[in-house]
């Protein structure tokens, strides 16, 4: 039966905590010092969780029920209450729930786990630094374009032109979000298009298409004069097509010499997928040449000053570059 008025004031402690359900999810937690406390059990993903309502008799069955409510719905979207709670918390007062920093912290939240940390807090420091000081406590439903527009502004001033573009990309999915989830009505930064000076981005990257210009590539390589682990770097890169940096970060427990096999986590991938890199006879010789000397730590590659870390992403560039 559902909880009343009477029943929450009459129940008595006990030797252990117990419970009196209200239905759907939310009751009230009675302890042995006589505390009592409504509660939400939910999922959310898979996982089972408790959202904290209130305290008896400070928070009274009605309002209990009324957060209850708001936390249904809050799930309907998509929403896990208990993630909105925290950023709620993080941005300073509950009346805050719908500013423009809360929900962008959860946009965030909702797709970190898709994103690199690097990439996550790329995002996070951009909105730190350039978005939330100006519009972080406005209502994401009352933000206006001149007004998004002249944060965007200080941004440019700067010279971080495609800093800027870059914002105005995450302020709109983040306005995106809020309108899908029932928080804002429209998006402000649809209405800046062109409102930024276009930035050139460069694209080009020079590249060796001439079978004889690579062959004196590789010859140069070959007679590189600088340290063993950059020369078996540079070595390396032709016979595997990986990014500088996943060559850099390898490491010895992903590599089976004897399988001539290269196992890459989905952590360090960009597509977050694990990914088999086959090493032929050419790419496990090199390996082999390297391995005496750090086979006993982490990293196929070390760093010439912490043998802890990987190889500063610089030194391939470096290495090419003395050698024309």
């Not at 300073?92 to 909702?110: C, H, L, P």
Request: charged content about 25%; hydrophobic content about 40%.
């Amino acid at each position: 039966m559902p909880i009343t008025d009477v029943s929450a004031r009459k129940a008595k402690p006990k030797e252990k905590p117990y419970k009196l359900a209200d239905g759907g999810g939310m009751y009230l937690e009675i302890m042995p010092n006589g505390s009592k406390y409504w509660r939400l059990k939910y999922r959310f993903e898979g996982k089972e969780k408790r959202l904290a309502l209130g305290v008896y008799p400070d928070v009274p069955l009605t309002l209990a029920r009324q957060r209850c409510g708001e936390a249904r719905k809050l799930l309907s979207q998509g929403i896990d209450p208990s993630a909105q709670k925290k950023a709620v918390k993080a941005a300073g007062d509950e009346a805050t729930a719908n500013s423009f920093e809360v929900i962008a912290r959860e946009w965030v939240g909702k797709h970190a786990i898709n994103w690199t940390a690097g990439h996550s807090d790329k995002i996070i420091q951009r909105f730190e630094r350039d978005i939330f000081p100006w519009m972080g406590n406005r209502p994401v439903s009352g933000v206006e374009p001149p007004e998004l527009l002249a944060v965007l502004r200080r941004i440019e001033v700067r010279g971080a032109l495609e800093t800027a573009h870059r914002a105005l990309s995450d302020v709109a999915r983040v306005f995106a979000y809020a309108v899908a989830t029932g928080r804002a009505q429209r998006n402000p930064a649809h209405d800046l298009k062109g409102a930024l000076p276009p930035y050139k981005k460069d694209n080009h990257f020079a590249a060796i298409t001439d079978p004889a210009k690579i062959g004196e590539l590789m010859r140069a390589i070959a007679g590189y004069s600088g340290s063993l682990a950059t020369r078996c770097a540079l070595q390396l890169s032709p016979y595997v097509f990986l990014r500088p940096g996943e060559i850099r970060q390898a490491q010895w427990c992903e590599i089976d010499l004897d399988a001539g096999l290269w196992t890459i986590p989905a952590e360090r991938m960009k597509m977050r997928e694990p990914h088999l890199v086959p090493l032929s006879p050419q790419a496990a010789a090199i390996l082999r040449e390297i391995q005496p000397l750090t086979g006993h730590g982490r990293y196929v590659f070390p760093g010439e000053r912490d043998r802890d870390r990987p190889m500063s992403d610089n030194a391939v560039r470096s290495a090419l570059r003395r050698l024309g």
